[in-house]
């Protein structure tokens, strides 16, 4: 099984501390993406990648920044977190080709800013 | 602006019963269709999806319906039993990087 690992499951920060999420896949998937859910909004995307080094702003990539050293690896950060950064974040990785449609989440970060 | 519009927001059924969950959507170019399943605590995990060319896919008791000519498409969940309780999430997208979400539909199914 495809597994995305977030090891954090909760977060608390206060404002104005960086931030740095994790995210770990260990199915060689080529794409890897990171999304906010926020209740009544869904998820919606903050930024993704489809190789090592390489980024694509997503919906909402203002306050954020990625970084993707390894392919397996793709961290979120937050270099000064805000209030309205207060979220669930999820990470999600996807192969290339005719399966690159199907994501697969990891369980989350709940991140609370305070 | 919401480019995939989901309904209802939230949902009460009897076990047994069918469960149905709506979504639609603008961009004719989309050509993927997949509904996300979500437990509490876990991530979104892909549970059935449809390409156009079909008006029906089916999956055990899920059933994706999906009619082209109104840009519409919904979930179908037949005898709907209390362990189906997630959120459920449309979604729509020309390629894995510009998967747009439904805003989420929370499923209770009460014994």
């Known amino acids: 099984d495809v597994k995305v690992t977030q090891s954090l499951r909760y977060l608390v920060k206060r404002t104005g501390e960086k931030v740095f999420l994790e995210c770990v896949q260990d199915?060689?998937?080529?794409?890897m993406f990171w999304y906010r859910q926020d209740p009544g909004l869904g998820l919606r995307l903050i930024y993704f990648?489809?190789?090592?080094?390489?980024?694509e702003k997503g919906d909402i990539p203002e306050g954020y920044s990625v970084s993707r050293e390894k392919k397996e690896r793709f961290s979120l950060i937050l270099e000064s977190a805000s209030t309205n950064q207060t979220s669930m974040y999820l990470c999600?990785?996807?192969?290339?080709?005719?399966?690159?449609?199907?994501?697969?989440f990891g369980s989350g970060t709940q991140l609370s800013v305070l | 602006q919401q480019q995939v519009k989901q309904s209802p927001q939230s949902l009460i059924v009897q076990k047994g019963g069918i469960s149905i969950i709506n979504c639609a959507y603008e961009?004719?170019?989309?050509?993927?269709f997949p509904w996300y399943q979500q437990f509490p605590g876990k991530g979104p995990a892909l549970l059935i999806a449809i390409r156009p060319d079909v008006s029906e896919k089916k999956e055990g008791r899920f059933t994706i319906s999906f009619n082209k000519s109104a840009k519409q498409f919904s979930l179908h969940i037949m005898d709907s039993q209390p362990g189906d309780s997630a959120t459920y999430f449309c979604?729509?997208?020309?390629?894995?990087?510009?998967?747009?979400f439904g805003t989420g539909t929370r499923l209770t199914v009460i014994p």
């Open positions: 199915m060689d998937h080529e794409n």
């Open positions: 999600a990785s996807s192969p290339t080709g005719m399966e690159n449609e199907k994501l697969f």
């Open positions: 990648s489809y190789d090592v080094k390489m980024k």
């Open positions: 979604a729509a997208t020309t390629g894995a990087n510009n998967l747009f």
């Open positions: 961009n004719t170019a989309f050509d993927y």
